[in-house]
């Protein structure tokens, strides 16, 4: 048995940089349980810049020099961040209001549409059912809406967070990216001169994260802009609270589009029931996210994401579980990780193939 574990010990951790990604990785895993609401704003500023990076190069294959393509980068970012605040922010939460102060009509518009159906098919399901469900739904319901209402000054502590994100994420992302090198060029003094493990793992996720990361920031903006517009145009309530549900629902793959079609079908059956109204919203919605998987995928997603299904809604239910938001955004980067540190990760036939390749140089 001993002979065992150490034969395997030796093939999968004979060598220093196989111990020192190993030491890495439980290193951060261990800051971000313990540490990762502190550092919430550096690692959101580190989100950032990463997605203006593009834009960075962008500017700079202009002939821009560095720090006024970092300078329009980070004003594009600001400006970002005032009309979220002061524009999209306010808008929704009105409407978050709204809704909340309404839900126990629509419930109760809702169980007298339901209640035709123990006419109908009286074996099936009985009024006395019906109603138990609406009651207790009822209740939960008009509970949400009393707490929406009764938000006040009392949680000045939300502001408080929310005003150092303003301030302080802006602020860091200008020196990320002003100072990318010399951050890039610090973090790697500290690991071996020869690390193709690393190299492999690196190149990997630099072909597929970096463009699903900065795809997928794209294709929630496509998608959410697209379905106000179109929610607009057919009148439906809430339009830009229903077109950010949506948009945000393209964050999980498979399962988010099947559950916002339970809010945009509720709110387009209370608003309107089984009208002509309904229906073509539920076909507009439909046709948003035909096209968004058929034509707005591909043309964003140059690099393919190489994970069976199931594998993407275990990532998106552990990661989700563990980091919230930031789990379920980086869900399919995390499996994509894992998944190129199993493939580089050295067996006795790499460290040959290697070996022999240093020889050969």
């Given at each position: 048995?001993?002979?065992?574990?150490?034969g395997?010990?030796?093939?999968?951790?004979?060598?220093?940089?196989?111990?020192?990604?190993v030491?890495?990785l439980t290193?951060?895993?261990?800051v971000?349980?313990?540490?990762?609401?502190?550092?919430a704003p550096v690692l959101t500023a580190?989100v950032i810049?990463f997605?203006m990076?593009?834009m960075v190069?962008k500017?700079?294959?202009?002939?821009v020099p560095h720090?006024m393509a970092v300078?329009?980068?980070?004003?594009?970012?600001?400006?970002?961040i005032?009309?979220?605040?002061?524009?999209?922010l306010?808008?929704i939460?009105r409407?978050l209001?709204r809704l909340?102060?309404e839900?126990p009509?629509?419930?109760?518009?809702?169980?007298e549409l339901?209640?035709?159906?123990?006419?109908r098919?009286?074996?099936?399901?009985?009024?006395a059912?019906?109603?138990e469900?609406?009651?207790?739904?009822g209740?939960?319901?008009g509970?949400?809406?009393?707490?929406?209402?009764?938000f006040?000054?009392t949680?000045l502590?939300?502001?408080a967070?929310?005003l150092?994100?303003?301030?302080v994420?802006?602020?860091?992302?200008?020196?990320?990216?002003?100072?990318?090198?010399q951050?890039i060029?610090?973090c790697?003094?500290f690991?071996p001169t020869?690390r193709p493990?690393m190299?492999?793992?690196?190149?990997e996720?630099?072909?597929?994260v970096?463009?699903y990361?900065?795809?997928?920031?794209?294709?929630?903006?496509?998608?959410?802009?697209?379905?106000y517009a179109?929610?607009l145009l057919?009148g439906v309530n809430?339009?830009l609270l229903l077109?950010?549900a949506?948009?945000?629902?393209?964050?999980?793959?498979?399962?988010?589009a099947?559950v916002?079609?339970?809010?945009?079908a509720?709110?387009?059956l209370?608003q309107?029931?089984?009208?002509?109204?309904f229906?073509y919203?539920?076909?507009?919605?439909?046709i948003?996210?035909?096209?968004?998987g058929?034509?707005?995928?591909?043309?964003?997603?140059s690099?393919a994401v190489?994970l069976?299904?199931?594998?993407i809604?275990?990532?998106?239910?552990f990661?989700?579980?563990?980091w919230?938001f930031w789990?379920v955004?980086f869900a399919?980067?995390?499996a994509?990780?894992?998944?190129?540190?199993?493939?580089?990760?050295?067996?006795?036939?790499h460290q040959a193939?290697?070996?022999?390749?240093?020889i050969?140089?």
């Amino acid at each position: 048995m001993l002979s065992i574990v150490k034969g395997w010990v030796n093939r999968y951790f004979s060598q220093e940089e196989v111990v020192l990604l190993v030491l890495l990785l439980t290193v951060a895993l261990v800051v971000l349980a313990t540490l990762g609401v502190v550092l919430a704003p550096v690692l959101t500023a580190l989100v950032i810049a990463f997605l203006m990076q593009g834009m960075v190069q962008k500017l700079k294959s202009w002939r821009v020099p560095h720090w006024m393509a970092v300078t329009l980068a980070c004003m594009v970012l600001v400006g970002a961040i005032v009309a979220l605040l002061f524009v999209v922010l306010p808008i929704i939460w009105r409407q978050l209001v709204r809704l909340g102060a309404e839900l126990p009509n629509m419930v109760q518009r809702g169980q007298e549409l339901l209640l035709l159906l123990p006419e109908r098919y009286p074996r099936l399901i009985s009024a006395a059912q019906i109603d138990e469900v609406f009651n207790l739904l009822g209740s939960e319901l008009g509970g949400i809406g009393q707490t929406l209402l009764a938000f006040s000054l009392t949680n000045l502590p939300i502001f408080a967070g929310l005003l150092i994100y303003v301030v302080v994420v802006p602020i860091l992302v200008f020196f990320f990216l002003k100072d990318s090198d010399q951050l890039i060029r610090w973090c790697t003094s500290f690991l071996p001169t020869e690390r193709p493990m690393m190299h492999q793992i690196w190149h990997e996720m630099n072909d597929q994260v970096a463009n699903y990361v900065r795809g997928k920031v794209v294709e929630i903006g496509i998608v959410a802009a697209v379905s106000y517009a179109a929610f607009l145009l057919l009148g439906v309530n809430y339009a830009l609270l229903l077109a950010v549900a949506v948009g945000f629902s393209v964050l999980i793959p498979y399962i988010g589009a099947a559950v916002v079609t339970i809010p945009v079908a509720a709110i387009g059956l209370f608003q309107w029931g089984w009208s002509n109204e309904f229906f073509y919203l539920m076909m507009t919605y439909g046709i948003i996210q035909l096209l968004d998987g058929n034509v707005l995928v591909p043309l964003l997603f140059s690099e393919a994401v190489n994970l069976h299904p199931v594998a993407i809604i275990l990532a998106v239910l552990f990661f989700g579980g563990i980091w919230g938001f930031w789990g379920v955004f980086f869900a399919i980067p995390l499996a994509t990780l894992l998944k190129a540190i199993m493939s580089a990760w050295p067996t006795s036939e790499h460290q040959a193939e290697w070996e022999a390749r240093r020889i050969s140089e």
